[in-house]
């Protein structure tokens, strides 16, 4: 077999594609492997330029291969499909992934270590299990309401909803009833309790985290908004600059330029919702805290910016602010300073 230079894997759960070429990017193998067999065939190989999609499974598997020694590179699904040559299928996307991997200009996700994704799996569940909380409250209140009894909002109401079942017996309505609902009161009950469990958890990782303490200075930035950065792109070196790592984000404005005329629009709302989330989220409390100068460094760019923008937009523009300063903080290894220019 000739030297591979530069090879595409395709993943899959059982059969896995390989596209590799040489040096003068002509094709030497093509081919398909079972799961047992992939780490086998690349130990065999010398070191070589290994692309892959950044998808399920991708992060075990680069580090994996890292182990036998190769150059392993992450490429986000949206930047390979423009690579992929008519009909779609393995063999196809196999190519493109080779194709993709050799381009000098070519965006690379960073592989994530074991502590990152545990932290992110946390992170993960906790989200679930929220949503669960908000699903069985609703259906409570839902259900409560169709015999009469309302319950004001909030978790107050919601707590007064859940006394109610348990301390409540109406001899005229059936039993079954309330064995059903206090089915889903109990239910309730054990998501709260594991949702604390998990807030614990993640307290603990945070206080045993240098990274993740230096981030909780930043205004608007906590534990939650904290360990999740640091679980998605760890030391946010694979960005060159605090803009780059917003955009990715997605809280820049959206571009439709042409012609030397700029035309922004909202914000992009690409890369990682979660984050983007807990961003806003972040920024939107400091505005509804009357806490506004604190939260921008007293900065008057931000004063000015409430004057002439509805707060929906001030807020998103300072969970920007606050991305671009997270990455400078994790990149020069320094606490946050609270600015004080003008």
Request: aromatic share 8%; hydrophobic share 40%; with cysteine.
């Amino acid at each position: 077999m000739k030297k591979i230079s530069i090879i595409g894997l395709d993943l899959a759960k059982r059969i896995f594609q390989v596209h590799g070429v040489d040096e003068q990017h002509r094709v030497v193998v093509q081919k398909s492997l079972q799961r047992l067999e992939l780490l086998d065939w690349f130990g065999q190989l010398e070191p070589c330029l290994v692309g892959l999609e950044a998808c399920a499974t991708s992060h075990y598997w680069s580090r994996e291969i890292r182990k036998l020694g190769h150059d392993v590179r992450l490429i986000p699904p949206a930047y390979v499909k423009p690579y992929v040559r008519r009909q779609k299928n393995d063999r196809a996307d196999a190519a493109a992934i080779c194709e993709a991997v050799s381009r000098p200009s070519m965006r690379f996700a960073g592989i994530k270590t074991i502590g990152q994704q545990t932290v992110q799996v946390l992170h993960r569940t906790r989200e679930l299990l929220i949503k669960q909380r908000v699903q069985l409250s609703n259906a409570l209140r839902a259900h409560l309401a169709e015999f009469g009894w309302i319950f004001p909002q909030g978790n107050s109401g919601l707590d007064q909803a859940i006394s109610f079942v348990k301390e409540t017996h109406d001899a005229e309505l059936p039993t079954a009833l309330w064995d059903i609902l206090l089915c889903q009161v109990e239910q309730l009950a054990r998501v709260r309790a594991a949702i604390a469990t998990l807030g614990k958890q993640m307290a603990c990782w945070h206080r045993a985290d240098g990274d993740s303490k230096r981030l909780a200075t930043i205004p608007g930035v906590g534990v939650v908004t904290a360990s999740a950065i640091l679980a998605s792109i760890g030391n946010g070196k694979q960005f060159k600059s605090g803009r780059e790592f917003a955009a990715w984000v997605g809280l820049v404005p959206r571009q439709n330029s042409s012609g030397g005329k700029e035309k922004l629009g909202r914000i992009s709302k690409q890369g990682n919702r979660y984050l983007r989330q807990l961003f806003v989220a972040g920024a939107t409390a400091y505005l509804r805290g009357k806490r506004c100068e604190k939260a921008a460094g007293g900065s008057i760019w931000f004063s000015q910016l409430l004057q002439r923008k509805p707060g929906r937009v001030a807020s998103v523009a300072l969970a920007n602010k606050m991305a671009r300063i997270v990455w400078a903080v994790l990149t020069t290894g320094e606490y946050y300073r609270a600015s004080t220019a003008v």
